[in-house]
């Protein structure tokens, strides 16, 4: 049984870091891509960004590039997401994803923790 735990997320004021994390067991780690998905209250999940099972490869949403940052650690079944210059908007559910190859769909990930709530003050 595939599991993906997110743990870091909180309450944060505009303009703070946070880092997410997120622990994967019942999977081949180092086969997968793996990324990060987020659903704001009223509006459809998106994609956040993504790296590849090597971790050479990163793909980032248009919102949220040069501001967070993707890393892996296979020997530690650990995929990481470091948030910075946070903003109010980026309020949301942020789920932890995997799938077999890298995209920027969501719908292409097979599997989804159950999310950390990050919220931003203004």
Known sequence: ????????????QAGDSL?????ASGLTFSSYAMGWA?????????????ISWSGDVTYY???MKGRVTISRDNAKNTVY???????????????CVAG???DTEVSEYDHWGQGTQVTVSS
């Open 1 to 12: 049984q595939v599991q993906l735990i997110e743990s870091g997320g909180g309450l944060v």
């Open 61 to 63: 949403a248009n919102s």
């Open 19 to 23: 880092r997410l994390s997120c622990l």
């Open 38 to 50: 987020r659903q704001a209250p009223g509006k459809e999940r998106e994609f956040v960004g993504g």
């Open 81 to 95: 997401l470091q948030m910075d210059s946070l903003k109010h908007e980026d309020t949301a559910v942020y789920y």
């Open 100 to 102: 077999p190859t890298l």
